[in-house]
């Protein structure tokens, strides 16, 4: 497949470079186009900016920040069109409190839900939104392959999501329609909490298992 990775941080190097791995056309984009040399010529994936990437690509990988998402997206919209856009991101607002991560979407929203209205015309999948970025690509734990699981409005566009998180090693459960993102995205904050109040990140990873 033709991909585009949206976004410079951890996630988005970690997700570009698993998929060129697996044999995927990856570019890597971010608002200046220019950020990710170094990281351009360790693993071939081509860097650019967010518009030029999105338009050599059949299926785009949100992986920005929550806060920025919505903005990013509005901007895009013409280019994204109908294309597939796996959603990556959370409304996170700011550090944890007491362990809780707060969100900026209230109680009956998600993100996802606000993303696709930006957009109306492609076809998100909210996918990898729960999972650290060492985690993301060929996870080995005790249990087998861990559940990944996604969302969104659009079949075709959950298949595309299936086949590439099958191809990270991830066994993958489909919740159903765009109006579970508020349960997905809520997943993010039930797994960090228990690293941020007993700084037990390996219980958290754990709870990724089947």
């Not at 729960?130 to 409005?153: E, Q, R, T, W, Y």
């Not at 329609?177 to 754990?206: I, M, V």
Request: hydrophobic share 45%.
């Amino acid at each position: 497949m033709k991909i585009a990775v949206l976004g410079s941080g951890m996630v988005g190097q970690t997700l570009a470079k698993g998929l060129k791995g697996l044999g995927h056309d990856v570019r890597i984009g971010s608002r200046e186009g220019t950020k990710l040399a170094a990281f351009s010529a360790e693993t071939g994936v081509a860097e650019g900016r967010f518009a030029d990437v999105v338009a050599f690509a059949d299926v785009v990988i949100l992986a920005v920040k929550g806060d920025v998402a919505e903005s990013l997206v509005a901007q895009l919209k013409d280019a994204l069109g109908s294309k597939v856009v796996l959603d990556t991101t959370n409304p996170i607002a700011g550090a944890p409190v007491e362990g809780m991560l707060p969100y900026f979407t209230a109680a009956d929203e998600s993100l996802i839900e606000r993303l696709q209205k930006s957009a109306p015309n492609a076809r998100f999948v909210k996918w990898f939104n729960s999972v650290g970025a060492g985690l993301m690509v060929g996870p080995k734990l005790s249990g087998g392959a861990p559940s990944m699981f996604i969302c969104g409005n659009d079949a075709d566009a959950k298949k595309t999501a299936t086949q590439l998180a099958s191809e990270m090693g991830w066994s993958v459960e489909d919740a159903g329609s765009a109006k579970l993102g508020h349960a997905l995205e809520a997943l993010c904050q039930l797994w960090c909490a228990f690293g941020f109040t007993r700084n037990d990140w390996a219980h958290a990873f754990a709870m990724l298992r089947p």
